[in-house]
């Protein structure tokens, strides 16, 4: 379970362009549940996955892990037991190392990282494995740089790396965004699957309404720091994307744009 | 661009790779430090001392003059090429340069010369006895520091304390610091000296040092000697005189200098270098020299303003040098 | 001349696999390279001459190597001063620890037995003697080179290589990425230590200016070696670096055998320099348009 309570979060305090995103914002994520974030450009919702993380620090609160006091410790601390994705699908890969380094590293995490060989030959039948049901060909590439992947091959590359160790909370932000329309079907089955079958607890900040609609089981729509909409359970699924569209317009309309 | 760059990188190694074309005149590699008017002079005058002896440039004799531009890498590879290009003897101008080529030739039978080595000894190209530990030797240019403190007991009898600016990377200061440090005593002096790591640190380092003596002595320091002009700008506004260690720095306005000669330290070196080439005598066999007379230049004009007088004694040597401009 | 090339293009291809590691892996511009070159030599020059053998101070100097990249990391690292700078601090403060060091600025090493000149180089049979100081080199070169290549491959080393490519994956699989660049560059200056250390001992002498330049022949190389070679995928980019070096000293031994201006040679280096580097941005960009 994640629980924010009272976060205050302060931009550029002391100069001309201070702005305040969040006064005494409190929000709960209940344990395997899996939350979508919708809200315009500038409503904290990257911020709050941000402060979850421990990307950018807090004016004020406390950030609370199953309970337990996480608001000092240090961000990589903390993806001991995160999974993050990012919206851009570079960010969660090394393109200059091939797929198997990529997949080996990734593997490792929660163990150390010494001087033993990087990747292991009897894992890789078992990385073949994993990657032949996605149909992106990706199984038969495995010696290839990153780099040389597509932005859909890559992103679904970053999801598996986040999620192959055991873990408990699974951070996407915006992560099928940047890729095509079908891409982000695939990326987007294959995230349900992996939540569904590792009981991930979830936040996943998203643009698009159908998803935030058609996956998960609670909605959340932030604006201008605040939780304006927030439901769950059988509520959520009554949520159609036009009620959604419709609460967002008229969000829009009343800043003017 | 690529292809072009690919081919000169190849011809570079191809050409390196060409040994250099022998003829029947001698072939004599000359490495220099660095790019300084005194090493200038050494070059020169190392060349006139092989022709005073009979090795004519361009008519029985060839020089392949090289400046290792103060790298002590491209010093090695001057010193390997001159080896591995068989030539008949190595000249090295100052301390790290004869270093490298005594570190090439050493095994190679090829003799080395040096000059403007401060102290061969504290190099280790020459042993504590005098004696030359391969064939290689050469001439030291080791400041006359004794004539240089009688001649600062002669224009200021009533000083004690000489100050000393040095630069703490440098290893001819180092040898000639050590050298006033132990002979001044004797003529009744003190030696106060501050170290400096750059040129920038000279007007700090002068401040403090100024008040605490009577008159300021240069040692061959490049950092210091480059910043002449400010050093002397300070010392005539504390009213204490600066003593030379070369002709140029009277020229600049120290007030006299028991000096040596750069160009008649060359001759001499050329003209040992003609004995080894005649067969007169193996490298090994010939000690290294120190120059043994040492010139007073004096600046008449500095002299004035500090209202010092050269002695009787002293004045029929003494030769009178005026400002630069 | 060829023997010189390889001799001196391999003692400074050492160097240039550090600077492979801080400019080509960590992308930190790592000036401490200039002091941790003669650190190296004159941690080598002044145990030699205290009577320890000379293999054993190319340990101690790579050990002081990794110190002067330890106290660069953690300057940029826990004082959170920018790379550039922390490289220009630690540089010039070694320069003092240098000096002191070696107790002055010239330290020779002529009197006494030096990694290339002792009993069992003496020893050698006549055919292999010429070649003894290029195959000491050369065996100093290769066991650096594998032992770097071993490294890149094992865990610890592919951190190492990620935190250079992108540093959040590095944090997202809970390891610190502070760490993994302090280790990158106490490796790197290690090596370079090394490199100054065999130099050193082949010299004969340290000196405190031998450092002057250093990161710019390393980097020359480094660009060199990687672009040239780059089409040849079966070349490890530890062996373009090697390469680069060698090439880079043949050009150096070119522009003595033209007999080139003395006042020109830097900004022949210069401009040499300037070329590569505009050569190896046109490649990266059709790389880039590749992706």
Redesign the interface.
């Known amino acids: 379970m994640f629980e924010l309570r009272h976060i205050d979060k302060v931009y550029n305090p002391g100069t001309v362009h201070e702005t305040c995103l969040f006064r005494d914002f409190s929000l709960r994520i209940q344990t395997h549940s899996f939350v979508s974030v919708v809200g315009s450009n500038g409503s904290g919702k990257t911020s709050l996955l941000n402060i979850l993380c421990g990307s950018i620090p807090v004016d004020g609160g406390t950030i609370l892990m199953d309970g337990r006091d996480i608001t000092q410790m240090r961000e990589f601390r903390r993806y001991a037991r995160i999974g993050r994705v990012y919206q851009n699908p570079a960010m969660g890969t090394c393109g200059s190392m091939t797929i198997l380094e990529n997949l080996s590293m990734a593997d490792n995490k929660g163990k150390r990282y010494g001087l033993t060989a990087g990747t292991n030959r009897r894992r890789m039948e078992d990385y073949r494995a994993m990657l032949a049901p996605l149909g992106l060909g990706l199984e038969d590439k495995l010696g290839v740089q990153v780099a040389a992947l597509s932005g859909g091959q890559r992103q679904t590359l970053a999801l598996l790396m986040a999620t192959m160790t055991p873990l408990d909370f699974l951070i996407l932000d915006e992560h099928t965004a940047a890729l095509d329309p079908k891409t982000a079907e695939i990326v987007m089955l294959l995230t349900d699957r992996i939540v569904r079958e590792k009981k991930l607890t979830t936040l996943m900040v998203t643009h698009n309404l159908r998803h935030a609609v058609a996956y998960g089981d609670r909605i959340i729509m932030m604006h201008e720091g605040h939780v304006v909409l927030d439901k769950a359970g059988e509520e959520k699924k009554q949520l159609q994307v036009e009620d959604l569209l419709g609460l967002f317009n008229s969000i829009s309309i009343e800043c003017g744009n | 661009m690529k292809k072009l760059f690919s081919m000169i990188l190849s011809l570079a190694l191809v050409l390196a790779l060409c040994p250099t074309a022998m003829a029947d005149t001698l072939h004599i590699g000359i490495s220099q430090f660095a790019v300084h008017g005194s090493l200038d002079n050494c070059v020169q005058g190392f060349k006139e001392g092989l022709a005073e002896e009979g090795f004519v440039e361009g008519e029985n004799i060839v020089f392949d003059l090289q400046n290792a531009n103060a790298d002590t890498g491209i010093a090695a590879q001057i010193a390997d090429r001159f080896v591995n290009g068989h030539y008949d003897l190595i000249c090295a101008v100052a301390t790290p340069v004869a270093m490298s080529c005594f570190n090439a030739a050493q095994d190679r039978e090829i003799p080395v010369i040096y000059t403007a080595v401060s102290d061969p000894v504290a190099a280790q190209l020459a042993n504590a006895d005098g004696s030359n530990p391969g064939e290689v030797t050469g001439t030291s240019d080791a400041l006359p520091v004794e004539a240089q403190l009688k001649l600062i007991r002669a224009l200021q009898p009533d000083a004690t304390r000489i100050g000393i600016l040095h630069t703490t990377s440098e290893t001819n200061s180092d040898s000639s610091l050590a050298t006033y440090q132990a002979l001044a005593p004797e003529y009744g002096f003190t030696i106060v000296d501050k170290g400096i790591s750059t040129g920038a640190d000279i007007p700090l380092a002068l401040e403090a040092l100024l008040p605490q003596v009577d008159c300021t002595t240069n040692l061959t320091d490049n950092t210091v000697v480059q910043s002449l002009p400010l050093v002397l700008e300070m010392s005539a506004e504390a009213g204490k005189p600066v003593y030379g260690s070369e002709i140029e720095q009277v020229r600049l306005g120290c007030v006299a200098s028991e000096g040596i000669e750069y160009l008649e330290l060359g001759r001499q070196t050329g003209r040992m270098a003609a004995r080894v080439l005649k067969g007169e005598a193996k490298a090994s066999e010939i000690p290294f020299e120190i120059i043994s007379n040492s010139y007073l230049y004096i600046n008449e004009e500095a002299l004035a303003q500090y209202g010092l007088s050269v002695p009787e004694a002293l004045v029929s040597r003494a030769i009178s040098v005026t400002m630069d401009e | 001349?060829?023997?010189?090339?390889l001799?001196?293009g391999l003692i400074?291809g050492i160097l240039a696999l550090g600077l492979l590691i801080t400019y080509r892996i960590l992308d930190f511009p790592d000036l401490t390279v200039d002091s941790s070159f003669p650190l190296g030599a004159a941690v080598s020059a002044v145990l030699t001459l205290a009577g320890m053998p000379p293999v054993l101070t190319l340990l101690c100097a790579i050990l002081s190597g990794a110190l002067a990249g330890l106290i660069t990391g953690l300057i940029h690292v826990k004082c959170h001063v920018r790379d550039l700078l922390s490289g220009i601090i630690t540089m010039t403060g070694l320069?003092?620890v240098n000096?002191n060091i070696a107790g002055?600025?010239?330290v020779?090493?002529?009197?006494g037995d030096t990694l290339f000149k002792n009993a069992f180089t003496k020893s050698l049979p006549d055919f292999l003697r010429p070649y003894s100081t290029l195959l000491i080199i050369l065996l100093i070169a290769l066991c650096a080179k594998l032992a770097l290549d071993w490294?890149l491959?094992?865990?610890?080393?592919?951190?190492l290589?990620?935190v250079g490519?992108?540093p959040?994956?590095?944090?997202?699989?809970?390891?610190?990425?502070g760490r993994v660049k302090i280790l990158g560059l106490m490796i790197a200056n290690a090596l370079v230590a090394l490199a100054g250390a065999v130099?050193a001992q082949?010299?004969?002498?340290f000196?405190?200016?031998?450092g002057?330049?250093a990161m710019v022949?390393g980097l020359a190389s480094v660009i060199?070696g990687t672009?040239?070679f780059h089409r040849f995928s079966f070349l490890r980019s530890t062996t373009m670096a090697l390469i680069g070096s060698i090439?880079y000293?043949?050009?150096?031994?070119?522009a003595?055998?033209?007999?080139l201006d003395?006042?020109f040679?830097?900004l022949v280096t210069a401009v040499l320099f300037l070329?590569?580097l505009?050569?190896s941005q046109?490649?990266r960009k059709k790389v880039h348009i590749?992706?």
């Open positions: 001349m060829l023997l010189s090339i001799e001196q400074y320069y003092s000096l002055k600025a010239n020779p090493l002529f009197s490294f491959s094992t865990k610890a080393g592919f951190l290589r990620a490519d992108n959040a994956v590095v944090t997202t699989l809970a390891q610190d990425q130099m082949q010299q004969r002498f000196e405190i200016s031998m002057t330049g022949i060199i672009n040239l090439l000293k043949a050009c150096v031994a070119l003595l055998q033209i007999g003395a006042s040679m830097k070329i590569i505009v050569s046109f490649t590749r992706v």
